[in-house]
């Protein structure tokens, strides 16, 4: 049985109803009115009628009026009628969507609009491209887009294409064409532009040197070459009409020919765009005369790169063949030429003898002492009527920085001055290398220091300079000699460079000054030394042992007297242990100055 608060609530309603009909309360729905297709972000007036009613309120659905979850506008005057709606650019797209108008305070009393739907803008999703095709061949340029309502235009270097008008185009571009296209897509949300795109022309190989006619004799070797510009090839050598079966490369050997290898050879030169053929080469194959006849099966010995101080050894199988019908005797080699010292013949040990029809392998050694292409010639001297010759070469890498000049000179300077200089550093070699590391090797005292230099690694092609600016600064007399140490990417070892400066003292000091009487004895030490210095006044002296590390072991002041002065270290440090083996400074600072002497601690 239904509860009181139940029935008041449908009476209510039942009332509200009759009341509102009685009076007049309505709306209508006039726009959408139904299958509209909208665009995401676009602008949708919605329009409606109203009696009675002061407000209403917009609400949209995606599911056909199941539900309005989204409310598009809260409060309008219900007289203005219409009301701009701003389609999100993200709307989802669907064929369900439904407005609802509804009045502020009663709203039961609503209409809704019958459905229509949001669409795909406009949108070219597979972009054209450009197109590599050979000569005379047609083009297919095409383009996908989503959206609806679609059509196309395609452009050439901005101009309608009267026939482009579809999602392809097709046509056959001159030989000359450089246009750029483009297509513009158009459709009920909208257009959209393609990238611009245009035709390349694959380039024809091009013969730069056909292979040339030979005349040989029976038992010899014989090298066809066709040099050749292009991409993509593959070849196919022809003897007169038959295909040579295997031979597919630029290059073609022939061992051992016979009289029925004559004829006229020639390469096929297969690419993308068709086929082309080198010219003919003749070969003629005689008999060899009687008696011993050495052939060399190579004539041009190319032993490739190497990295000086390297050698690099190359064998060349069955390279030496007697194709005469007596036995031939190799008596001796010669190697000539001005790089002759730099190739070596390894192998077979001569004199040697060849029976008919035999062969012999050789090897060849490449040591080159200088940089830069080398060329030289072996000649095989027989005891028959020919001394075959070949041609050696190889190409010799020199990775070579170093200092323009041994040492870099800073001359005399007084102590507390300093002074700069640009150390040159060049490229001797003949490919580029890089500078990685510079340092001065010093062994405690730092007179020699760094200023500047570039930014490390330092790439330098042949015959470039880098520089770096070397400050000396000395703080005692003597003469100082450091290595300055150059570490690049491709030298095994350091490059050095001496560093070298004198420290004096002023013209106003005299040769009486401490400095020129301190003496360390013995140096270097073991378990004892003496610091011995001469003053010819009374006074105080601060002297002091540091590390090579810069740090104090050892420090003590006490009260020199007039003559000679002894004070002596232990080897310990402060705290009473034993100092380890290395460079230390004698600090000694008397009479307003600060002398520094040097001396080794070896046990």
């Not at 029809?357 to 292409?373: D, I, L, N, W």
């Amino acid at each position: 049985m239904q509860s009181f608060k139940q029935i008041t609530y449908l009476a209510s309603l039942f009332f509200l109803l009759i009341y509102s009909e009685s009076a007049g309360f309505s709306i209508s729905v006039k726009s959408p009115a139904g299958g509209e297709q909208i665009c995401p972000g676009g602008t949708v007036t919605i329009k409606w009628t109203a009696s009675e009613v002061q407000n209403v309120f917009i609400e949209l659905s995606s599911d056909g009026g199941a539900s309005y979850p989204e409310i598009l506008a809260a409060s309008i005057p219900a007289d203005d009628g219409s009301w701009d709606w701003n389609v999100k650019q993200n709307m989802p797209i669907g064929s369900w969507y439904k407005i609802r108008v509804s009045a502020v305070s009663m709203p039961e009393i609503s209409d809704q609009s019958n459905m229509f739907s949001v669409i795909e803008k406009t949108k070219i999703t597979t972009q054209p491209s450009t197109i590599e095709i050979c000569p005379g061949r047609p083009v297919n340029f095409s383009v996908t887009a989503t959206g609806s309502g679609l059509s196309y235009q395609w452009r050439k270097n901005g101009k309608n294409i009267f026939s482009g008008t579809g999602s392809k185009y097709t046509f056959t571009p001159s030989a000359n064409d450089t246009a750029y296209y483009d297509v513009i897509v158009k459709g009920y949300c909208g257009s959209d532009s393609s990238n611009k795109v245009r035709v390349k022309f694959r380039k024809p190989p091009e013969i730069l040197n056909n292979p040339t006619g030979q005349s040989v004799l029976a038992g010899s070797s014989v090298i066809f070459k066709l040099s050749i510009k292009g991409e993509f090839l593959t070849f196919q050598w022809w003897k007169d009409s038959t295909k040579l079966v295997n031979q597919v490369d630029s290059v073609l050997l022939l061992k051992n020919v016979k009289k029925s290898d004559s004829g006229d050879y020639y390469c096929e030169v297969i690419h993308l765009c068709g086929t082309i053929s080198s010219s003919k080469a003749h070969l003629s194959v005689k008999s060899p005369p009687a008696g011993g006849y050495l052939s060399l099966q190579v004539n041009a010995i190319s032993i490739g790169s190497v990295v000086i101080p390297l050698a690099k050894d190359t064998t060349i199988y069955d390279m030496l063949q007697n194709i005469g019908t007596d036995s031939v005797t190799i008596k001796e080699v010669v190697i000539t030429g001005q790089d002759s010292p730099e190739f070596q013949l390894l192998s077979p040990t001569v004199p040697i003898t060849i029976a008919p029809g035999r062969t012999e392998t050789a090897s060849f050694r490449f040591h080159p002492k200088t940089g830069g292409s080398k060329l030289a010639g072996i000649q095989f001297i027989t005891n028959s009527s020919t001394n075959p010759t070949a041609a050696f070469s190889g190409y010799a890498i020199l990775h070579r920085v170093a200092p323009s000049a041994d040492t870099l000179d800073f001359g005399q300077l007084t102590i507390g001055d300093s002074s700069r200089k640009l150390l040159e550093l060049i490229n001797y070699g003949n490919v580029d290398d890089s500078i990685i590391s510079v340092k001065i090797s010093a062994p405690v005292n730092n007179y020699f220091s760094i200023d500047s230099l570039p930014s490390l690694p330092v790439k330098l092609k042949p015959s470039e300079k880098a520089f770096v600016k070397v400050k000396f600064n000395p703080r005692a007399t003597g003469t100082f000699i450091y290595d300055f140490e150059i570490l690049t990417q491709y030298q095994p070892s350091p490059i050095r460079a001496i560093l070298k400066g004198k420290g004096t003292l002023s013209s106003a000091d005299d040769k009486k000054d401490i400095l020129y009487t301190i003496k360390i004895y013995p140096n270097p030490f073991t378990e004892k030394v003496s610091f011995s210095f001469e003053s010819e006044t009374v006074g105080v002296y601060h002297l002091s042992v540091i590390n090579s590390l810069g740090i104090t072991v050892m420090s003590k002041t006490e009260q020199s007297k007039e003559g000679l002065n002894e004070p002596e270290w232990d080897g310990k440090d402060t705290g009473g242990c034993l100092c380890p083996s290395g460079y230390y400074l004698l600090h000694l600072k008397a009479n307003g100055k600060i002398y520094v002497k040097p001396f080794i601690l070896n046990r």
